[in-house]
């Protein structure tokens, strides 16, 4: 069944991302905004927020357009499309849907309204190198004081850190270091004993190395504490891969149309390379990852928005890994049918692939996911 | 890591007096960049490595005969040879003048040639790059339009040729050019040496997805040949082109560079980490890990037959095909596997980045992502794999 008013707001949201990229995201414009400072432009950031985008992942109750993964990812499979790269995953997605958990209600509000308009900026900083994607084990500590709380240790992979104004801080107690006792802080960036080391990403992106020492936090900056924190970071990220998915499958059909004009124009041995049948079925087998991972896309969207917790963690984590290999896989594809000038700067195909690689590792790789899903298959049952 | 049988004494013998001259020779900066997967090395560098070898009596060009310079190595010595040169990260050896063009010189040169051209080749002094493909003309090679005629006593070369590796560090450029017509396309083609600084010559840089520099485009306008710069008959160019072109296929497997990069990868896998796992603990990438051992054994081994053992039995030819396909699709499949293995850090872009990240660099492979990225080019250049097939195909399955 289709729901009709719901496919027509994908349409707008089609139609109006479509138009707003192809006007202010060209593939030359892009190579221009990503060597800026911030690696995106400000003024268009401005305008997304003017068109509401921000507000799409957050849920109604705290002014937002609900949150329904069906538009959300409608938005960002038109971003994977079109190469955008900027802070709306890491600010409007995660920590959008971690901080509308906390029930801190007036941090709540006033962050999540910064966030909506799109003046401030909040960067997850959750993952940490040691341990990969595991944050079950990761070792950032909270020790608390009479009065106060110091946070220490290293964080990884903070989405667009350059240009945050706080960051969320994910940390375990120390003292119970077995059953997890984890909490998480929001941080403002300039808060002593902050510092941060910014990167550019290979697809043009920015993240940051968070090092924390002895960081003095109150209690006023806890958003989540206790059992529940995990947990909700955990749904926060399976709704950030979501979206995730969404942006590799809209680079999937950007690359598969671009190498099948591609091959359609040019000739060799006197024949178009479209004429060739090992191309050809090259070309289908490109065709059918995309038509797979389309299907994939919208089954994560639908698991967001109605399966029970496991199914949600199962189907998300199918979806993460095989649309991330599907996707590495196509963009390779791309690259080597197009020839020599697949390895061409100038060309877009191999920013596909520095884009498909690098969205790939974030909020778990593909191995990551499959081992996820390994385990949760050996848990349940038959 | 699989180990692969033992040659005769002399020959185990004769590998470690190479690994020891390499070890104790090879100059720091120079390992590092080629540890670090690196293609691109500065002219300087490969013109010192290349002399320090020149030195120990001709290994600069481990196939020459004794006669021109070289050492006179059996193929086993120069198998060997290459494979010491790959584990102990000494540079590829100058793959166009030393590999193509003198062996072709052998061949095809006149003795004026071998005596005018040879020398600076063993010596370092001139470099040398391949002007083969075309804007048009890619994987269909004959079909090449860089026109050459005749003027006086000399030739007029007009039209471009297309990523050219290593032009802009070249002095001279050898290739196939269009001589004149012919029933067919392969006919009318000539193999010319044309020196860079010649008026009308112009080098465009193209600049690679990842960053690096180095293929161009060489435009002629006008540009003035000697006629004695032409290898063999005029006209009859492709057969000595197509000879040239067998001698880079075999480099192009690559097969011990890939094991050194596996040997990098290995230690990466089997590194403590602190608070956390080591990779090989890992299921999903032990798996893979795994796999590309078992596949780059069996690559080895097949290297060793078809080059070193019974070559009655197969054809050269397509061997080199079989070596090419394969080397690069496990060369690539090592080199994502090395990107993949440092998770978040290998979306960072390291050369953008802050450069006190690169001296701590935990993993110690340079940039593995960009490596990866870099590496696509293997699959794609000297005949692509798609063309490797459609060889394999038509001259050892007789498909057609
Ligand atoms: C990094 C790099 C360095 C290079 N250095 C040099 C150099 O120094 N000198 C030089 O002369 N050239 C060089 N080349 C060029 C290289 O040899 C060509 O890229 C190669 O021959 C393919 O040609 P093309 O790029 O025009 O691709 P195309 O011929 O346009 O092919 C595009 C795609 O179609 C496939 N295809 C074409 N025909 C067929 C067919 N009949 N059946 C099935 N598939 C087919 C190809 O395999 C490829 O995947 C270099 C290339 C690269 C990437």
Request: proline share 3%; net charge negative; aromatic share 8%.
């Amino acid at each position: 069944m289709t729901d009709t008013s719901l496919y027509e707001q994908q349409s707008l949201i089609e139609d109006s991302a479509r138009r707003f990229l192809d006007h202010h995201y060209s593939f030359e414009a892009r190579r221009k905004i990503i060597h800026e400072e911030v690696g995106y432009s400000t003024q268009q950031w401005k305008e997304m927020a003017e068109l509401g985008w921000m507000l799409l992942p957050m849920s109604a109750d705290y002014g937002g357009l609900g949150g329904d993964m069906a538009l959300v990812s409608t938005l960002t499979k038109e971003f994977g499309r079109s190469l955008f790269v900027n802070p709306f995953l890491g600010s409007a997605v995660v920590s959008t849907k971690i901080i509308e958990e906390s029930d801190r209600e007036s941090l709540r509000s006033e962050i999540l309204d910064g966030i909506g308009a799109g003046g401030v900026i909040v960067s997850p900083a959750l993952y940490e190198s040691q341990v990969r994607y595991d944050l079950d084990n990761i070792a950032t500590t909270a020790s608390e004081n009479d009065d106060s709380i110091v946070l220490n240790g290293t964080k990884t992979a903070a989405l667009y850190g350059n240009v945050a104004s706080e960051l969320l801080v994910l940390a375990r107690s120390e003292a119970e270091h077995k059953n997890a006792d984890f909490s998480l802080y929001l941080v403002p960036v300039d808060q002593q004993g902050v510092a941060m080391i910014h990167h550019r990403t290979h697809d043009g992106g920015r993240m940051s190395d968070v090092l924390l020492n002895d960081v003095k936090v109150n209690r006023n900056q806890i958003l989540l504490r206790g059992q529940k924190t995990l947990p909700i970071v955990k749904r926060a990220i399976r709704y950030a891969n979501a979206s995730i998915c969404a942006e590799l499958v809209g680079a999937m059909e950007a690359t598969f149309e671009m190498t099948l004009e591609y091959l359609k124009s040019r000739q060799q041995f006197g024949k178009q390379l479209s004429s060739f049948q090992a191309l050809q079925h090259r070309m289908v087998d490109m065709f059918m990852r995309c038509q797979l991972a389309e299907s994939m896309r919208r089954e994560a969207a639908r698991a967001i928005e109605s399966a029970n917790e496991t199914e949600q963690d199962m189907i998300i984590s199918a979806a993460k890994c095989e649309i991330a290999r599907s996707a590495l896989l196509n963009a390779e594809e791309a690259v080597q049918l197009h020839g020599a000038m697949g390895m061409m700067d100038e060309m877009p195909v191999g920013h596909y692939l520095k884009r498909v690689f690098t969205l790939g590792l974030l909020f778990g790789d593909a191995d990551y996911h499959q081992n996820c899903y390994r385990n949760m298959r050996v848990q349940a049952s038959e | 890591m699989l180990s692969t049988p033992q040659f005769s004494p002399e020959l185990e013998e004769f590998r470690l007096t190479v690994r020891q001259f390499i070890q104790q020779n090879l100059p720091d900066d120079i390992r590092q960049m080629v540890a670090c997967e690196r293609m691109d090395l500065p002219r300087e560098a490969q013109v010192r490595w290349h002399q320090i070898l020149r030195g120990q009596g001709g290994w600069c060009c481990p196939s020459w005969p004794e006669h021109y310079g070289g050492p006179g190595w059996s193929d086993e010595q120069q198998y060997i040879f290459e494979q010491e040169l790959s584990l102990n990260d000494a540079p590829r050896l100058m793959i166009y003048g030393v590999g193509m063009l003198g062996p072709t010189l052998f061949k095809y040169g006149t003795k004026e040639q071998k005596k005018r051209i040879l020398p600076d080749i063993l010596e370092g002094n001139i470099f040398w790059c391949q002007g083969f493909s075309e804007p048009d003309s890619g994987s269909d090679l004959a079909s090449l339009q860089c026109r050459m005629t005749e003027d006086g006593d000399k030739y007029l070369i007009n039209g471009s040729k297309i990523w050219t590796s290593d032009a802009h560090l070249a002095d001279w450029i050898f290739g196939l050019f269009r001589s004149g017509g012919g029933e067919r396309k392969q006919q009318g083609i000539s193999f010319l040496m044309i020196d860079l600084s010649s008026p009308g010559v112009t080098i465009r840089p193209l600049k690679i997805f990842e960053d690096t520099h180095e293929v161009n485009q060489v435009f002629f306008d006008q540009v003035r040949v000697p006629k004695e710069n032409v290898v063999g008959v005029a006209g009859q160019g492709w057969e000595i082109g197509k000879y040239l072109l067998s001698l880079e296929r075999f480099g192009t497997a690559e097969v011990s560079r890939t094991k050194a990069s596996m040997k990098r990868l290995t230690r990466l896998a089997y590194a403590p980490v602190a608070g956390g796992m080591r990779l090989i603990d890992n299921v999903d990438f032990a798996e893979r890990y795994c796999k590309i051992e078992r596949s780059l054994h069996a690559l080895e081994m097949t290297e060793r037959r078809l080059l070193l053992g019974d070559q009655r039995a197969e054809s050269v030819d397509t061997g080199a095909s079989l070596l090419k396909i394969r080397g690069t699709e496990i060369q690539s499949d090592v080199f994502r596997l090395t990107a993949e293995a440092s998770a978040h850090f290998a979306a960072i872009d390291i050369a953008r980045s802050f450069t006190e990240l690169q001296a701590d660099n935990p993993y110690q492979v340079g940039d593995a992502t960009r490596n990866y990225f870099n590496y696509r080019k293997t699959p794609i250049y000297s005949g692509s794999n798609e063309i490797q097939r459609n060889i394999i195909a038509k001259a050892e399955l007789g498909l057609s």
